[in-house]
């Protein structure tokens, strides 16, 4: 019997690993899948019904044991992705500090389409900021009508603390038109950079 | 949701689409081209297809010769 060890790992790592073994058995062949946190056990269950497989699961101490039957097999068009619940956001420890309303030196027009493709990708990945920090007049990002006001507001959703500079607010006279997140002021947002494991400045 | 994702072959035509989709009221999200679909430029459209009309869409952008591929994507 074949064995796919998913200790320690987070979606979509255990499904594709699943795929990748069952599609190199032979049918009716059994594997055994091991995993230690339940949104993984649902997620990699889920993916094995779907495409027409029966799970047994067991659980000896931390470590989830699933049982499948190899029939039939998966689909190379099948997305390991989509079988990714939502409840399976991990808040790391980093911190984004968004010092301007563009990424990086440059044109000032690329700069603006790259901050927001930034952002906009922030919600897709699995690893989140603990928190994001807007100076300067990174502060606009953050306003009602930022063009990526909904994956700010998704990310704190999710659970991302989103901080917008007071003073910064207040100079470009904006403080009604902060959209998401709390006003902030130094002591505060020094703290966060300070603890924070790394700090990412776009 | 579903959306749609149009790739253009270039940075300069994503922004010049940004300009076309702003100046007609269509709401869209500029995002990085998702990981299945290669492509040369890295930034892509994102645009809600239950709430915008994917016709007029590519009919504004078609109209001022911006050429370009269109995805599904949940």
């Known amino acids: 019997m074949k064995t796919v060890d998913a200790k320690g790992k987070l979606c979509p790592v255990p499904i594709i690993m699943t795929k990748k073994a069952i599609n190199e058995m032979k049918e009716n062949e059994s594997l055994k899948i091991l995993i230690d946190n339940e949104t993984s056990v649902k997620n990699v269950t889920r993916f094995l019904e779907e495409n027409g497989m029966k799970v047994s699961t067991k659980k000896e101490g931390n470590v989830y044991e699933l049982m499948v039957n190899k029939t039939g097999s998966i689909p190379e068009s099948v997305n390991a992705e989509d079988y990714c619940s939502v409840d399976n956001i991990q808040i790391t420890n980093y911190v984004v500090a968004i010092q301007r309303n563009r990424l990086g030196d440059g044109a000032e027009e690329l700069g603006t389409i790259l901050i927001k493709g930034f952002i906009n990708t922030l919600p897709e990945v699995s690893l989140k900021p603990k928190t994001i920090v807007f100076l300067n007049s990174g502060i606009f990002l953050a306003l009602k009508d930022s063009p990526v006001l909904e994956s700010l507001k998704k990310l704190e959703q999710m659970g991302v603390e989103i901080l917008a500079c007071g003073t910064c607010l207040d100079f470009y006279k904006k403080k009604e038109e902060l959209g998401v997140g709390n006003i902030s002021n130094m002591y505060d947002i020094l703290e966060k950079l300070s603890k924070a494991g790394n700090v990412i400045y776009p | ?74």
């Open chain 2, 1 to 74: 949701m579903k959306y749609i994702i149009l790739i253009f072959e270039s940075i300069h035509k994503v922004m010049k689409a940004e300009q076309i989709l702003a100046a007609n009221k269509i709401k869209y999200d500029i995002i990085p081209t998702p990981k299945e679909f290669s492509s040369d430029c890295g930034i892509s459209v994102r645009i809600d297809s239950s709430v915008e009309d994917i016709e007029i869409i590519k009919s504004v952008l078609l109209k001022n010769n911006l050429n370009f591929q269109i995805h599904n994507k949940k």
